[in-house]
């Protein structure tokens, strides 16, 4: 009995240290992020993104708000399991595709099935910091050069 409960321990001061490093590694994500489009790198200049990210054990939800020049709002959304696996992604008039997962201190997003002329698109999401979320954007079909989109937190 003894033994039992020693190795119990054992294993519970082990595996504990392991658990607290993996949670630390994944970006702190949920909260209103508001496109900053002074630091950003992106192809359509005068549009404003608001991305509203909640994020729990094992899932993520995304609402993308993109502000047109037009003053049209687009929004899309999905709500998934950050284990890789696919789910929908509702555009309004259109769905894709979606995986989500975590490489390291960056969330991993692949937009893919999406409209006949739509692009496949890498999303990559890292918090250097607790008020700034940097996205890097790449469309791998048709290809395109990279985005960086950097976003501010909204208070």
Known sequence: MRSVALGSALLAVSVFPLLLLADTSQPKLSGVWQLNAAKSQ???????????????????KLIRIVHGKDGKDLKSEFDCKTDGS????????????????????????????????????????????????????THIDPSGKPEKLIFDKKQ
């Open 86 to 137: 696919d789910c929908e992604l509702d555009g309004g008039s259109y769905k894709a595709k979606v995986s989500v997962w975590y490489d390291g201190n960056a969330l991993e997003i692949l937009k893919t099935d999406g409209p006949k002329d739509d692009a496949v698109t890498q999303w990559k999401l890292m918090c250097p910091d607790a008020s700034s979320l940097d996205v890097e954007l």
């Open 42 to 60: 992106l192809d359509d200049a005068g549009e404003t993104i608001t991305l509203d990210i909640q994020s729990t054990a094992g899932k993520l």
